[in-house]
């Protein structure tokens, strides 16, 4: 789309911070204009990210079984590429359906056995009531609240419109739809599977707290932090043989579903923004065939190489996780300039996309330095560790303190980012563009806007109305259609 409403430049932009700045965030690149570096770049980075898809679940599998992690990722690897390699992009649907059955069935069965182990839902309700972690809903205006009604419902609401509406992973799963109105019903019950999924795993958030209230195991360093569910399923469910199973099989569900659309998605970008802009010749079905099969493979070798890797990563890992947000408004704005704002050209795109993404990277980055310094921290919920009947070291709490003095940009929520990314983008792509040269709205391809705007837009003059330099760039854009 961004190719056909303004230039192959912005369309390969946008594949860099949308792709590259989201994986690589705590590093820098400076010479990204050359098309081999923002692809060597952004494989790099994005392999960084599929090796973490493999390694999380494993660590629950481990917790389960005792298996060596490194036994447990090239099995799982192996699988994945197997089917993506033989049944393409309708394998990974068709699984993704299946495992996310099963990622629901297991998840279902330790709220509803842990939930019965403990008393009930009274129960549950109870302690986390009055330990402070059921709060009444919070109606502050303020943007650096962090999760008030007005942050989840704007904030959010951005935020997963770039995820549904800009993302490679979520488009190619529409376009395998024949057309838009099943589209649009498979998106339908992607909301509510969502919102669904989304409820569960926060009541089994409530649960483990629920169930370990009185002896936290973060505290005694029983546990770490990403073990914290495959505890529960162990407690609650380690006297029903095969049910753990479940458990783990729901959990690879969700990895191995991740693992085969990242893998088919990277070897299609691979091929349509990098293979057929730079080969002169064209591959013919056959050969373009083999060599996505073959990307496949290579890229899940890679992977299992790499979890290595990840698990030595562990704070950096998590800081450039969290800075991967930077990215997601300047996407979502440089689609939205084509859609919404037909006087925006390619220059003023280009130059609103990298706007965007130096404000955001300057947003991001400072509230990281600021959680670094200690002049940003978030209030924890009380914990015991009274009722454990199991010896275990000590270990100090730390009461976080909030500076009230730190400037807006750095305390505002993360869930504005999105939103806020896209509307400077957004301002900064229209300027640049009446200051250059905008398009005329009347010259432009009418089914790239969108229908709200469309109706708005003034008939095609004929093209000797037409200013010339606005010709040479309307003639340009007929032969990318």
């Known amino acids: 789309y961004l190719e056909r409403r303004f230039n192959k430049k912005v369309r390969l932009f946008e594949l860099l911070f949308a792709t590259f700045i989201q994986k690589l965030s705590t590093f820098f690149c400076v010479f990204y204009y050359y098309y081999c570096c923002m692809f060597f770049s952004f494989f790099f980075f994005q392999m960084l990210w599929l090796p973490i898809v493999i390694y999380v679940p494993a660590l629950a599998f481990n917790q389960v079984t005792g298996i060596n992690v490194h036994i447990i990722t090239p099995a799982v690897c192996i699988v994945c590429i197997f089917y993506t390699c033989v049944g393409g992009l309708k394998a ?9 059955l099963i990622m629901f069935a297991a998840m279902i069965l330790v709220m509803v056995k842990g939930t019965i182990d403990i008393g009930g839902l009274g129960v549950v309700w109870n302690r986390n009531y009055d330990s402070g972690r059921i709060e009444a809903p919070n109606f502050s205006p303020d943007p650096t609240v962090r999760h008030s009604i007005l942050t989840l419902l704007v904030g959010g609401f951005f935020w997963w419109l770039q995820v549904n509406a800009v993302n490679q992973n979520m488009i190619q799963r529409y376009l395998t739809l024949p057309n838009m109105h099943l589209a649009r019903i498979a998106l339908a019950i992607f909301v509510v599977g969502a919102i669904t999924f989304l409820s569960v795993c926060g009541y089994c ?4 707290f629920a169930t370990y209230y009185d002896c936290d195991p973060l505290t ?15 407690d609650t469910l380690k006297g029903l043989p095969g049910l753990p199973g479940l458990f783990v099989a729901g959990v690879f569900s969700a990895a191995l579903s991740s693992l085969s659309t990242g893998l088919n998605s ?6 349509e923004d990098f293979c057929k802009i730079f080969l002169k010749s064209r591959m013919n079905a056959r050969r373009t065939n083999i060599f996505l099969k073959t990307v496949v493979v290579v890229l899940g070798a890679i992977c299992v190489a ?5 698990e030595k990563l562990g704070a950096v890992l998590q800081m450039s996780m969290s800075l991967s947000g930077m990215s997601n408004g300047p996407s979502l704005g440089l689609f939205s300039m084509g ?10 795109a280009f130059i609103g996309g990298i706007g965007g993404l130096g404000f955001m990277t300057w947003i991001t980055l400072g509230t990281q330095a600021a959680i670094a310094a200690g002049d940003i921290s978030f209030e924890t919920k009380p914990l015991t560790v009274d009722g454990c009947k199991y010896d275990f070291g000590t270990a100090s709490l730390m009461s976080a303190v909030v500076n009230s003095t730190v400037p807006l940009h750095k305390g505002l929520s ?31 391809d009418r089914m790239l806007v969108s229908p709200v705007i469309r109706r708005f837009l003034p008939k095609k003059q004929n093209l000797q109305d037409v200013d010339s330099s606005l010709l040479k760039e309307y003639k340009i854009r007929m032969e990318c259609l």
Request: glycine letters at 4%; proline letters at 5%.
């Open 414 to 444: 993360y869930l504005w980012y999105t939103l806020l990314g896209a509307v400077v983008s957004m301002l900064i792509g229209l300027v640049a563009s009446f200051l250059t040269t905008p398009i005329n709205p009347a010259s432009i």
């Open 205 to 208: 958030g409530l649960l483990i």
């Open 306 to 310: 790499l979890v290595f890797v990840v």
């Open 339 to 348: 859609l919404f704002l037909p006087w925006v050209n390619s220059k003023g």
């Open 220 to 234: 005694t360093k029983h546990q770490a932090k990403d073990q914290l569910l495959p505890l529960l399923v162990m």
């Open 92 to 100: 990974v649907v068709w699984t993704d359906v299946v495992q996310t």
């Open 266 to 271: 990277m070897a299609a970008v691979l091929l």
